[in-house]
């Protein structure tokens, strides 16, 4: 069983940045897709970001872009999410989560993956 677990969160002005990064138990991440999502408060989940298994393909959430940046370290067999130039509507959970395949032909689909985290709390003050 993959075990994912996110830290960075906390609460940072607005303009501020943070980096996120999931850990996961066994060395998955160099073979598999793993993507961010995130969930507002009476919000859907919605995706944020997606890296491959080999880091060389990367998408974005047309809200994002230019400010979200992932990134996998395979050294430290994690996958972070660099957020920069942070809005109260970047308030969310973020959560991170893998598939079982290196591509995924979906990105921003939840049901393209089959590990998720526990989630971290970002919040952003005005």
């Known amino acids: 069983q993959v075990q994912l677990v996110e830290s960075g969160g906390g609460l940072v002005q607005a303009g501020g940045s943070l980096r996120l990064s999931c850990a996961a138990s066994?060395?998955?991440?160099?073979?598999?897709?793993v993507a961010w999502f995130r969930q507002a408060p009476g919000k859907e989940r919605e995706a944020v970001a997606a890296?491959?298994?080999?880091?060389?393909?990367?998408n974005y959430a047309d809200s994002v872009k230019d400010r979200f940046t992932i990134s996998r370290d395979r050294a430290k067999n994690t996958v972070s999410l660099q957020i920069d130039s942070l809005k109260p509507e970047d308030t969310a959970v973020y959560y991170c989560?893998?598939?079982?395949?290196?591509?995924?032909?979906?990105?921003?689909?939840?049901?393209?993956?089959?590990?998720w985290g526990q989630g971290t709390q970002v919040t952003v003050s005005s």
């Open positions: 890296i491959n298994w080999s880091g060389g393909t990367t």
């Open positions: 066994g060395d998955i991440f160099g073979r598999y897709a």
């Open positions: 989560a893998t598939s079982k395949s290196p591509y995924v032909s979906a990105w921003s689909s939840s049901s393209s993956y089959d590990y």
